[in-house]
């Protein structure tokens, strides 16, 4: 078997792309040996030995993520997709395609949808593992708390994600800037209040 594949320079750094005829199968960030690897090794327990041949827009998913980093989002739903892994990976990834663009689920709201409320961390397994970035959005799922919480591509990343898409959520490390004048001097302990 042949699958098609390139690599697209994204705002978010490099992404790899692998296609099954007209149906994407994998997109991972360049970067990411480990989960390339692991990509390779899915593809093949679930297709069966393959090789790869360039191509220039592997299932159309070039174009497609052109037209989502100007700012089109609807255009990672029109992508014909199929991640290879278990039923209820599958099951996970599905309804994470159903998660729109500028809004945000939380894994627990996720268990939930799924009828699994206890199956919390599984959900969070299944997101984790997730063969195709972006268009699979498992990016749009976050701590009950709002706050980011675990991405495979880094939570620099997924921030630039969510905020591309417009959507809220609470990042616990963005430093707070300070008003001018309320810096304190060297040795003291701050403003003195009132």
Known sequence: MILGTCAFASPVGPLV?????DVLVGL??????DRRDALARTLE???GAFTTREHADPAGAVSRLTRYFAGEMAALDEQKAE???TPFQR???AALRTIP???TWSYRAMAEKLGKPAALRAVGAANGANPIALFVPCHRVIATDGSLWGYGGGLE???WLLAH???AFTDRFAQEELALGTVPAPGTRGPKRA
């Open 17 to 21: 792309l692998v296609a099954k005829d």
């Open 28 to 33: 991972e960030f360049a970067d990411a040996l």
């Open 45 to 47: 327990r679930h297709l």
């Open 83 to 85: 991640p290879q892994g």
């Open 91 to 93: 099951e996970v990834w």
């Open 101 to 103: 663009a500028g809004t």
């Open 157 to 159: 990343r997924k921030r």
């Open 165 to 167: 898409e417009g959507a």
